[in-house]
């Protein structure tokens, strides 16, 4: 759930199973790789003295196991209570004696992201701030305290987001955080309008970063996927940060992980069967390369079951254009990563290592097809369509309380049901005509501050299959129940 804010990001919903989490142990011991061992940075700036991160050791020839995350250390408050039923084990205090809650910025299953303002320094931050309510389980509130002592732990680096604290009241669980106000990655590249493969490294070796110090520090990421990085800045040279850590789990020496997570397109076909360790990382941050390089995802069908069938399966297209016109070195690490078995899999260590990805190594700087920036612009769009639909409120209690879902588990969600999915629709259409109406659509999406005019000419290009300018129930519900169109992808 924890996330670097974007100004211009719809905040979760992400594809998940159920928030089980599951199987996260949070004290065994830790895999750490001893090729290419990452420098482990200090963190910069202050942290609230009552949401210390745990101590982080420089890397080392021989490093120790990590002991598991520190407890939440309780907070000094002029007015904190005491309570049995606190999530995160200290007495509640108000956040807002701390920082001023700004606009929204991003609303997602749980809870709600706001610009906030540090009373202190006048910075800026996002606030994301998780109800209570929301938190039925056990397993949600362990999710909860696990998310903050890995972000904690992980906190300092230079590609992933940096956590500032949390805070607990009656109602909501705070997370402060680095504001991330350079948006999200495809979007960035869509509007450079110009690519290369070198460009295209560069990202992922940054990518693959996050995944090493992940791994290095103990963390298995489980969610990596385009949406989750963000730009640090508007500045050309922003650091790309990892956002979201709330499928995350601190790694078991010897442990089988089985619990189902991840995003469609980019869940390994091992978290499919039931077993699986760290390398689906490498995985996820492989198809991202393949998105990168193409414009599409590896593997798609029109529904989760295809795109998971196609996932067990394997078959990389390397045929369609603009493959043909990739130099084979890239196309080599991407075979790498994709690799079915896990044991057979490139490491993140391997990967950095790789010739191609390398700083100054064999990516060339001639530009890519622009096909590819047209083909990444429809997939873009047609995500953003799906997370503004599932702003609705199908149930009419003023929250959304269901997940996106290209999901793993697709049962669990309710808004396959076929009245959800029409309440999701008439969200859209306002005056009933029965279509969704370019004006219509610009208005829900100027609404929670979604898209420009190229966004929204993308977004009914793709759905709108019979080319009539509108978006019809059937139209809508084949975008929402589908995986990508692929006729319009190539």
Known sequence: MGCCASKSRDLEPRYKGHRSGGGGGEGGGVHYQKAHEPVVHQPKGQVHQAHQLPEKRPAAAHPEPHPGPKPLVPARSPKHVLRSDTILGKPFEDVKQFYS??????????????????????????CKSISKRKLVSKNDKDDIRREIQIMQHLSGQPNIVEFKGAYEDKQSVHLVMELCAGGELFDRIIAKGHYSERAAASICRAIVKVVHICHFMGVMHRDLKPENFLLSSKNENALLKATDFGLSVFIEDGKVYRDIVGSAYYVAPEVLKRRYGKEIDVWSAGVILYILLSGVPPFWAETEKGIFDSILQGEIDFHSQPWPSISSSAKDLVRKMLTQDPKKRITSAEVLEHPWIREGGEASDKPIDSAVLSRMKQFRAMNKLKKLALKADVDGNGTID?????????????????????????????????????????????????????????????????NDGRINYSEFCTMMRSGTQPGKLF
């Open 101 to 126: 809650i700004g606009k929204e910025l991003g609303r997602g299953q749980f809870g709600v992201t706001y610009l906030c303002t540090e009373n202190s320094t006048g910075r800026q931050y996002a």
């Open 402 to 466: 269901y997940i996106e879902f290209i999901t793993a588990t697709m049962h669990r969600h309710r808004l396959e049901r076929e009245e959800h999915l029409y309440k999701a629709f008439q969200f859209f259409d306002k005056d009933n005509s029965g279509f969704i109406t370019r004006d219509e659509l610009e208005s829900a999406m100027k609404d929670y501050g979604m898209g420009d005019e190229d966004t929204i000419r993308e977004i009914i290009s793709e759905v709108d299959t019979d």
